[in-house]
T-cell receptor, first 117, second 114 residues
C-alpha cells in the first residue's frame, strides 16, 4: 500500500526555537497533503490543507504565521512551528492524497510528537 | 460545523466476541464516511469507507453501513481477535471528492483479551 513517511517521530525543543516536520509520500505523488493536530484523548483536528505549488489553506483559528507550511514538490510537505512555546506541544500528523488515482483516500504518516520545554 | 461522535473507550472484549463501535455524524450535504485504525506506533490506516447512503464498507471482517436516516456509520465485527486491539477512528469528508481534510471522532481504544 501507499506509504507516507513523517520525520522526526519525536522532537524536544526549547521555547522560542523553530521546529520543522517533514511529510513525504514515498511511492506516489500527492498534490494535496493535510496537517492535523491531536491533543491527548482528543480527535485529530485539521490544521491546514497543503497544495503543491500554492499557498496552504488554514482552518479557522490556526495561525498561519505560527505554522508555516511549504509544499514545494509532489512528494514533500513541511510544517514549521515557529517560535515554539509549551502550548504548541502536541502530536502532529500529516496525510497525503494519492493524485494518480481517483481513490479519494488519504494515507497517513505515523505522526510527530513535539515537546516544547 | 461538521462533527463526528463515537463511543468513548476503552472497550474491552474477549476473543471471538461480537464488536460494535457506534459512530454518528453531523454534516451538511452528502459526506463520505470512513473508519481508520491505528496500531501502536503506526500511522492511521484506512479500514473501510462508504461514499453514499446505504453503502456498506467492509474489510478484514469489519463492516459498516452508511445510514443517512440515522446519520450513523457503526463499525461491527462478528468475531474479534487479539490482533484487532488498536484505536479506531470514525471520520467524514464533507465533499467526498478527496479535496477536503477529514473530520474525526475522538477515537475508541479497543482491547481484546485472549
Amino acid at each position: 500500500g501507499a506509504v507516507v513517511s513523517q520525520h522526526p517521530s519525536w522532537v524536544i525543543c526549547k521555547s522560542g526555537t523553530s521546529v520543522k516536520i517533514e511529510c513525504r509520500s514515498l511511492d506516489f505523488q500527492a498534490t494535496t497533503m493535510f496537517w492535523y493536530r491531536q491533543f491527548p484523548k482528543q480527535s485529530l483536528m485539521l490544521m491546514a490543507t497543503s497544495n503543491e505549488g500554492s499557498k496552504a489553506t488554514y482552518e479557522q483559528g490556526v495561525e498561519k504565521d505560527k505554522f508555516l507550511i511549504n509544499h514545494a514538490s509532489l512528494t514533500l510537505s513541511t510544517l514549521t512551528v515557529t517560535s515554539a512555546h509549551p502550548e504548541d506541544s502536541s502530536f502532529y500528523i500529516c496525510s497525503a492524497r494519492d493524485s494518480s488515482l481517483a481513490k479519494n483516500i488519504q494515507y497517513f504518516g505515523a505522526g510527530t510528537r513535539l515537546s516544547v520545554l | 460545523g461538521d462533527s463526528v461522535t463515537q463511543m468513548e473507550g476503552p472497550v474491552t472484549l474477549s476473543e471471538e466476541a461480537f464488536l460494535t463501535i457506534n459512530c454518528t455524524y453531523t454534516a451538511t450535504g452528502y459526506p463520505s464516511l470512513f473508519w481508520y485504525v491505528q496500531y501502536p506506533g503506526e500511522g492511521l490506516q484506512l479500514l473501510l469507507k462508504a461514499t453514499k447512503a446505504d453503502d456498506k464498507g467492509s474489510n478484514k471482517g469489519f463492516e459498516a453501513t452508511y445510514r443517512k436516516e440515522t446519520t450513523s456509520f457503526h463499525l461491527e465485527k462478528g468475531s474479534v481477535q487479539v490482533s484487532d486491539s488498536a484505536v479506531y477512528f470514525c471520520a467524514l469528508e464533507k465533499s467526498g471528492g478527496g479535496a477536503d481534510g477529514l473530520t474525526f471522532g475522538k477515537g475508541t481504544h479497543l482491547i481484546i483479551q485472549p
